[in-house]
């Protein structure tokens, strides 16, 4: 079983959890994943790895609450444990395949869409652990839906932008990165999108304009996490891939987004019934 040490509420319906796994934690890497399990009665739901302590042997997890799975992760509490708590999955970065020489010779550029912040911050830190900054837009609908903004302002030079206007600047995260561009004469060799699909398409629009590679982090569903079902193929290239086993980060700019919203969207309107697990699973209790 794998405990939950600690807990904390990050906004409406977002939560943080540390999980004592030390394998996990002994093999994890900055853009992996882990796929979870309440109980045996529980949906697989996948995770990404948001920070990890090999010495101590804890990971830690965001969760938003959209359904009834991630409902039943947000309602676990400090001592009560996962069933499965299955990785490291999936491939790390592409930034670690560089030496640090070669790091400091990059301009990196994080764009992070709601708990899309979360997972650029294993990355952004293990840059700041090399000595090389990196920037990090942060985007949210308004400011009350900032996660992770204090400790990404501890290892990154961080700009905010939310669509009310509430703080940073007002607009989308592609406008920010316009300004940042054209006004304020930023230049960057590299970006890393991490959120929303249609964030990350309109992220990859934006960064070809100014001619800068992407790298994109795809929120497919996922059944098996072993690339056995199928359930998480895009289009790559104009070929298929999986992102459980040959992911979660792909070259945006080969991406078919359309195709990708169109499989992640099937399953928006079932209905919510779930009255054969409710007698069963503890987390509405």
């Known amino acids: ?89 999936g491939n790390p970065s592409d930034l670690l395949e560089l030496s640090d020489e070669e790091l400091r010779r990059e301009r990196v550029l994080f764009v992070a869409g709601g708990v899309g912040t979360a997972p650029v911050y294993p990355q952004a830190k293990w840059l700041k652990e090399r000595g090389i900054e990196c920037d990090v837009i942060i985007g949210a609908k308004t400011k009350d839906l900032f996660t992770y903004v204090d400790e990404m302002r501890g290892v990154a030079r961080v700009h905010l932008c939310t669509d009310d206007g509430s703080e940073g600047f007002h607009g989308m995260v592609t406008a920010l990165l316009d300004k940042l561009v054209e006004q304020d004469g930023m230049k960057f060799t590299r970006c890393v999108a991490i959120g929303p699909m249609i964030m990350m398409k309109f992220t990859t629009m934006t960064a070809r304009k100014h001619s800068i590679p992407v790298m994109v982090s795809l929120n497919a569903l996922m059944v098996d996490g072993t690339g056995m079902c199928g359930a998480c193929r895009v289009t790559v290239d104009g070929k298929t891939r999986f992102t459980c086993v040959e992911g979660p980060e792909f070259d945006g700019y080969l991406v078919d987004f359309d195709e990708a919203m169109r499989r992640q969207n099937m399953y928006r309107n079932n209905p919510k019934t779930h009255w054969h697990l409710e007698d069963k699973c503890n987390c509405t209790k």
């Open 1 to 89: 079983m794998f405990e939950i040490i600690r807990k904390r509420d990050l906004a409406p319906a977002i939560t943080e959890m540390r999980v004592y796994a030390p394998a996990v934690a002994a093999a994890a890497k900055p853009g992996q994943f882990v796929i979870v399990r309440t109980d045996k009665y529980g949906e697989r739901i996948p995770l990404t790895i948001c920070d990890f302590s090999p010495e101590e042997g804890w990971v830690t997890i965001v969760t938003q609450a959209i359904g009834y799975s991630t409902t039943c992760i947000n309602a676990l509490e400090p001592g009560q444990a996962f069933a499965d708590f299955v990785g490291p999955l």
